[in-house]
């Protein structure tokens, strides 16, 4: 294990949803997130990984266990603070895309800055790499609506960058993409942590995973497994 102090690290994490009965979701789970790592969440319907995800993205609290993010022990803050612990720290690409359809791309690109602290004299220009750096600069003009679903990824990356986060989460990336554009886009992933980028992909997909430095596998709320450079691991169980 790296001396230098995590990314993110998560200590006992619950997450308990209220219900009849209780729905514990995410159970006494702790996970260190180094600078650079290549991290895929990996697991069935039903076993936290979505949970375990958005507890990371600070879009959920726990319900007891600690979550330090870029140093911060987040679970301390206020949501005005979270919300600007999220916005410079993390970058989010989604299955579904969220792009705003009325808007062009180079507008969406700009929105994801809207609350990460940039100066609006940087933002077009952090757009306009952003764009670069996944190439869709030819696409700047153009509206969601007229773009292939792997473009539409590709433009959700570069919304994602445009803030420069140190950390990327991705929920099902690929999963409304065929085999040949999944490929493409988890090669533009790749390439961001070549760059130095945090990944942490939330995936169902064992050949995405498989990219990934580091599984881990969770069933019924724990951290089933995980080894670091690890073969394809068999999530599906009984």
Avoid: W
């Amino acid at each position: 294990m790296s001396s230098a102090p995590p990314v993110a690290q998560l200590r006992h994490v619950v997450r308990v949803f209220a219900g009849t009965p209780p729905v514990l979701a995410v159970n006494d789970v702790s996970l260190r997130v180094e600078a650079g790592d290549y991290l895929a969440i990996m697991g069935v319907s039903g076993s936290g990984k979505s949970t375990l995800l958005n507890l990371l993205g600070l879009l959920d609290r726990p319900t007891s266990g600690s979550y330090e993010l870029g140093g911060v022990d987040s679970t301390t803050l206020g949501e005005r603070q979270r919300c600007q612990l999220r916005g410079t720290m993390l970058g989010f690409v989604f299955q579904s895309f969220h792009l705003l359809p009325d808007r062009t791309v180079l507008e969406n690109v700009l929105l994801g800055m809207a609350y990460s602290g940039v100066e609006r004299s940087m933002r077009m220009r952090r757009a306009q790499q952003a764009l670069a750096q996944v190439s869709m600069t030819h696409r700047a003009g153009f509206h969601p609506t007229t773009l292939s679903g792997g473009e539409r990824q590709r433009v959700a990356i570069a919304r994602a960058l445009a803030a420069r986060p140190k950390i990327l989460l991705a929920d099902e990336p690929t999963g409304n993409l065929d085999q040949n554009t999944s490929d493409e886009i988890m090669d533009v992933i790749g390439e961001l942590r070549d760059h130095g980028l945090t990944l942490v992909v939330v995936t169902h997909d064992q050949q995405v995973a498989a990219r990934a430095d580091r599984i881990v596998a969770m069933r019924d709320g724990r951290i089933d497994t995980e080894g670091v450079f690890a073969p394809v691991l068999d999530v599906h169980h009984d």
